[in-house]
């Protein structure tokens, strides 16, 4: 069986979840689901990254300890999954004691191997990002990342990254898709051939992390501590040959574009010293602003994903996002934009074509219809159409392309409502019933290769409609599959009613 592994990056634990964090998750729940229908056994894990002094200063100002700090939010994180209707495995906290132990043996294993050593670190160090960085980084006196700096010096240890350099470039030659999409690989790339400075990877002027062992003084540097959950929620080191675990085999990491540097560099670096093979490949993403700014507390415009799960459900934000950010851009996530969207793709188009489809064989047809003999030309080039759009839209979700393979299914269900508009099974009741019935058979077969190909992004509406369809349905996804002969529909309620959006009141939305 094909395995995969898919990872969210684990989420800081100093302010509440936002909708840029909803988006990664369901990206990756969206691609399991998908994954898992097409006969992978998936591993699918997320969770919080909660030390490092960016939550210790977070929980200081709260007056509150840090663990019970992050306890709290990380509760959020956990809830907002439920929220959102995500399959994950694994939610892994940096905090528990099975990721203690697995970053110890891992800093160990990387010290008995010769790649850490103790020094002294004097450089400006960017606290939101929890990096240090050179003098010639810096763009107009703040880090590459955007975050404030101040110049610090501290006896640390250090990890010896630029014996990698060549190992890396290397890597990357040999493993063309490592980096998607290239342009981030590109800028990897040229950032390493600028010449790779040792990292420092352990911290004194905090104590919320994780003891370097035998050296309790120091804190292993976040970033570290944060990376090696990957290999906890994989059972390292007790199942320690991850080189040949069958997931280990197939890791996906997803993460927004601004962490590629840490997943794409650092972590394949830790791995070759500790002789594990570096991850399958990094997918980046693109950012979400809100109402053309980025999310920022004291702008007070964070979009809250569960205020969209509330009143919308969580099928239509995840629609939503997968469907507005062509993956890998960035984009605008605004009310307006969301009940546009939501209106014209799913309660006009989608939403529509099930309504008119079934009520109109619960209406006029006893609820039955069953398998036209023959089908004529018109009914052909119809159902090679959707296979068409359906066939291209599965080659693009293989590519990440989740906006496009959204446009190519809103394509076929488009073509499944001109077919309606053009045969008027309506005016076939009394002139030709054999037909009126031929066509709803033909158009319920459509809606349901259409609904399994939504299912990975709407899958509470997507298996109402395979229910309704065939009572046996099953999660998979089967060329050429066929519906069963005789097919009865009962009543059915309105999957996405259309939202007036004169008439609702959306204070809910208002400025925090
Ligand atoms: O970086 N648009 O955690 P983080 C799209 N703990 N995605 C966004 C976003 C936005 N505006 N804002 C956040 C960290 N994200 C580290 C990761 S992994 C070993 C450690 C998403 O809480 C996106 O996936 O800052 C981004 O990479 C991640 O949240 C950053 O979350």
Redesign the pocket.
Known sequence: MKTIFITT????VNAKPHI??A??TVVCDVFARFCRMTGFDVKFSTGT?EHGKKIEQSANNSNIEPQKFTDDISKLFKDLLGYLNITNDDFIRTTELRHKKTVSHFWNLLKEKGYIYLGEYSGWYDMKNEAYFAENELIDGKSPLGGDVQYMTEKCYFFKLSAFQDRLLDFYEKNPDFIYPTQRKNEVVSFIKQGLNDLAISRTTFSWGIPVPDDPQHVVYVWLD??T?YLTVNGYPENEDQNNDKYWQNVIHF??K??VRFHALYWPAFLMAANINPPKQIVAHG??LSEGEK?SKSVGNVQDPIKYCKLFGSDALRYFMLRELPFGMDGNFSLGGFINRYNSALANSYGNLCSRVFSFITKRRDGRVTRPNNMKEEDITFIDEVDKSLREAINLIQQYAFSKYLEKIERSISLANQYVDYQKPWTLKESDPKRMQDVLFILVEQIYKITKLLFPVIPIAAEKVLKQINPRYELKLVEGEKIPDDVIISEFEPLFPKIDVKAENFDVFAKE
């Open positions: 990056p684990i989420y800081y840029g964090h988006y990664t990254d944060a990376l959950n993460v927004g601004e962490i950012w979400w999310m």
